[in-house]
């Protein structure tokens, strides 16, 4: 092409110029990662597990915000192996997340060059293996996504950062345990809880007397919920996955499957050694693992005090200490801005859904089932076909937005929405035991609560107090019963305070047996829009507890 005018190759020239400056503007990370079987003796036995350049758990990815982060995993394992990134959003690039669906496996002896940027997130988050059970043997690690520097942090910058990725552990391999669920039966209780990959006594976190230490602990187990407390020491929240929290003190947090918090931790005692505990929830018998908060002056000496005890099997402490987690609305987050620009009032809901889990018995074998759909995988992953349009492989919108009561059944369910759809999902668990969903990719405003089911027929009495209140989040939230319920982000006080900045901001300290009423905003909210939505302050029903985990 003949360029006739100096002025537009001038503009083209500038142009490129900038183009290239964009890109040149945020860094790439290179990593190159082996994916090996090789022995580990976590619970004192040896065990085959899923290491990564050696190491289990894996290597920690150090990032700051807008990197582009390229990994290039070689899988060394005699079979097909996936990672995905818990919490990592995947703008326009959801073909990189790394689970059933979205990627083909990589086949044994091959390697997949993963290529994603941590656009506008900050936090801690981790990384798993998403195929077979493979997070059973390992296969995790911690990700974490420093601010840009420019960027304001609500706090003075810690003088140590330290993950912590606990989670229950089998002593039966990852072959076995898919086996027992191929088979239709449940797993069976964990036979410990690790801390990155150690039984107890297994690590030690060396503080100095004075200072202020982060720690970024992620739950990466497989079936239990935990709570984490260190001896003598109090728990500042700052961040729940990517979002500053108001800054509340805890004596312990419970940490559900899937979720990451950070802490600050103030050494602010006399010169000795002291107790972390992680222990399970609601679970009988309570499994638990300790490592050792040694102060660098200590000389060994073990703190005197006994480890501090937990919170076992209640679960309206979890859902109350949940509730007074609250965005900080007036912190930066990835953006020196304050949080969000949204009327969030004034945003009206395109759709509801609700999510109804359940334990189901399909052709002789244990299944579970959302809305009566059990899940099964296809041949070709959904988003090759999506992309490919090959026709037959799934039926965009089949399964349906509310539970029937129907007979469950197997498909290869698919829900279609449309772009920019406001969807406000509903998680309903009648079940006996906690749930943990994982909202692949998506960022949730939580919006209410509560531990009363949602009979068929029923759901009117939720909808009209929640009809126009927007669901976004980038963080973690989690339901009970029928509803969903907060950790970090709690849209209906947002909502109604209507600016910018005024979040209420929760109790500081939350003593075990508080009651939720205590809990709610200082603002009073207007009966018609929280009353259906609070917690009922009936006994627990031990049987109701579902737990979501939303990245
Ligand atoms: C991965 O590790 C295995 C076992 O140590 C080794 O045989 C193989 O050469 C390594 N592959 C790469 C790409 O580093
Ligand atoms: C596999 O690794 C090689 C480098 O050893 C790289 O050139 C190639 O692009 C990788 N393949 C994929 C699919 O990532
Ligand atoms: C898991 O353990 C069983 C024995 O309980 C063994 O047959 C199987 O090969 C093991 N799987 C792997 C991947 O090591
Ligand atoms: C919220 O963030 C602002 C801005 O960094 C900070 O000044 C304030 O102390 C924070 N509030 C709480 C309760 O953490
Ligand atoms: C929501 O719906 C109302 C009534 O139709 C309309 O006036 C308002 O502009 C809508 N809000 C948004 C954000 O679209």
């Not at 994916?35 to 150090?62: A, E, M, R």
């Not at 230490?213 to 700052?238: A, D, E, M, P």
């Not at 009363?452 to 009809?467: I, K, N, T």
Request: hydrophobic share 35%.
């Amino acid at each position: 092409m003949k360029m006739s005018s100096p002025a537009a190759l001038c503009v083209f020239v500038l142009l490129a110029s900038l183009l290239a400056a964009a890109r040149a503007e945020d860094p790439y990370r290179f990593y190159t990662w082996n994916v090996t079987f090789g022995d580990i003796y976590p619970l004192g036995v040896k065990q085959q597990g899923i290491l990564i350049n050696g190491q289990f758990p894996g290597p920690q990815i150090d990032a700051v915000t807008n990197d582009n982060i390229i990994i290039n995993v070689f899988n060394n394992l005699p079979a097909p192996f996936l990672l995905s990134w818990q919490g990592i959003q995947q703008r326009r690039s959801s073909w990189q997340d790394g689970v059933y669906g979205t990627n083909c496996p990589i086949p044994p002896g091959g390697n997949f060059t993963y290529n994603m940027q941590f656009k506008d997130q900050i936090g801690s988050y981790y990384y798993f293996p998403s195929l077979a059970f493979h997070k059973a043997a390992g296969g995790y690690g911690g990700i974490r996504v420093l601010s840009r520097p420019r960027i304001p942090v609500p706090f003075n910058p810690p003088a140590g950062d330290f993950t912590i990725l606990a989670g229950d552990w089998f002593k039966l391999n990852h072959t076995d345990l898919k086996g027992i669920l191929d088979s239709g039966n449940d797993l069976p209780f964990p036979d410990g809880l690790l801390i990155n990959g150690h039984g107890s006594n297994g690590n030690r976190f060396t503080v100095d007397q004075g200072k202020t230490y982060r720690f970024r602990v992620s739950n990466v187990g497989i079936s239990t919920s935990v709570n984490i407390r260190i001896q003598g020491h109090s728990l500042l929240l700052v961040e729940v996955e990517g979002s500053h929290t108001m800054q509340n003190t805890y004596s312990s947090l419970d940490i559900h499957l899937g979720q990451s918090y950070s802490f600050l931790v103030k050494a602010d005692q006399p010169p000795q050694d002291y107790t972390i505990v992680v222990s399970t929830r609601f679970t009988n018998p309570v499994l638990t693992n300790t490592a050792m908060l040694h102060y660098s002056n200590s000389n060994g000496v073990p703190a005197a005090l006994p480890p501090p005890p937990g919170p076992t099997v209640e679960i309206d402490w979890s859902l109350n200490q949940a509730r007074s987690i609250r965005w900080n609305l007036t912190a930066s987050g990835p953006r020196p801005n304050p949080q969000g620009s949204y009327h969030y009032g004034q945003v009206n809901t395109t759709r509801t859904m609700r999510l109804a889990n359940s334990r189901v018995t399909i052709n002789g074998k244990l299944r579970y089932a959302v809305n009566s759909v059990s899940f099964i995988p296809t041949d070709t992953p959904l988003k090759v076909a999506d992309f490919y349009n090959i026709q037959g492989v799934f039926t965009p919108g089949s399964m349906p937005d509310a539970p029937s009561g129907g007979p469950a059944y197997l498909q290869t369910a698919v829900m279609a929405s449309n772009m920019r759809d406001y969807v406000e999902v509903v998680f309903e668990n009648a079940e006996g035991s906690v749930q943990s969903w994982h909202i692949d990719g998506y960022a949730f405003w939580v919006v209410g609560d509560g531990r009363r089911a949602v009979d068929a027929g029923e759901p009117s009495e939720l909808q009209p107090e929640r009809r126009d209140r927007p669901v976004h989040v980038a963080g973690v939230s989690w339901g009970v019963d029928s509803d969903i319920h907060a950790t970090g982000q709690r849209g209906d006080v947002e909502r109604s305070v209507g600016e910018l900045g005024q979040a209420v901001p929760g109790p500081a300290v939350l003593p075990a047996g508080i009651l939720a009423g205590e809990l709610v905003a200082r603002r009073e909210p207007h009966p018609q829009e929280r009353t259906a939505l609070r917690p009922r302050l009936r006994p627990p029903d031990q049987a109701a507890l579902n737990s979501v985990s939303v990245s």
